[in-house]
């Protein structure tokens, strides 16, 4: 048994076993990271989803999750999803300023071919 | 709405309970799309999801449900990153096109100087040579950096995250949803 409990087994009040799923990536100096998880995932969804993923792969797959989760947290309409239609108009926004300023360009050199001085 | 006689909610068959007439998923799982809840369901856990509803107006219900399919089926197709795959791509497309728009304005800054009539008789400001053209776009593509992240793939942190977009609550909420949550493309 881990004599020192990850973040996850100290929340859910249980002991933390030497092969605990959890603990690699919720240390137990940071207790929010898992609280934030499980309060939008659940314990046993986010284990699930670990179980799922190669080893190499799940500590991307646990920040991830706690960036969503915080999202959620801030934003309990729209979560993360609100920044990608935040950063879709933005995208759009500068594709018009850049075809615009294109545009400028060329008619610029447009000019400057016709009138060389 | 579940009752007698109407046919059970895709959220109240899908758990094999009775679909109350005031079952809080029924308004937005209707029987005919079982696999809108099904993936809600898989990530977040049906208890989860009826908390997250309860705790909101009813207003805005529709609208966070939305917001869960899609990131319920970001994360299905993408079981590493979700949605935070699309934001990391599309922040890099927001960069490229910044320092696009950084070039393209110093270029037009310089054929604009060079053009003008009324500069070209203050030959110490307009006969720019390479290394001023050089500073002029260097300028500009810093200024358009400070705004940016130039930090490709997901290598972030939530903390760079929020200081690149400001943390969400900060950020506009009012925007409309219908578009992003229809543009499946992202992941085509």
Known sequence: ?117 | MGGPGSSPCASCKLLRRRCAKDCIFAPYFPPDDPHKFAIVHKVFGASNVSKMLQELPVHQRADAVNSLVFEANARVRDPVYGCVGAISYLQNQVSQLQMQLAVAQAEILCIQMQQEPNLQSHHQILELDQDDKILLLHNNIDNCNNNSNNNLGYAMSSRQFNSNFASPNSMQMQMQMQDPLKQESLWT
Do not use: W
Request: charged share 20%; hydrophobic share 35%; proline share 8%.
């Open chain 1, 1 to 117: 048994m881990n004599p020192k409990r990850c973040a996850a087994c100290k929340y859910l009040r249980r002991r933390c076993p030497k092969d605990c799923i959890f603990s690699p990536y919720f240390p137990p100096g940071d207790p929010d990271k898992f609280a934030c998880i499980h309060r939008i995932y659940g314990a046993g969804n986010v284990s699930k989803m670990l179980q799922q993923l190669p080893v190499q792969t799940r500590a991307e797959a646990v920040e991830s999750l706690s960036f969503e989760a915080k999202c959620r947290v801030e934003d309990p309409v729209y979560g993360c999803v609100g920044i990608i239609s935040l950063l879709q108009t933005e995208i759009q926004k500068t594709q018009t300023l850049l075809a615009r300023t294109q545009a400028e360009i060329a008619v610029a050199q447009a000019k400057h071919s016709q009138n060389p001085s």
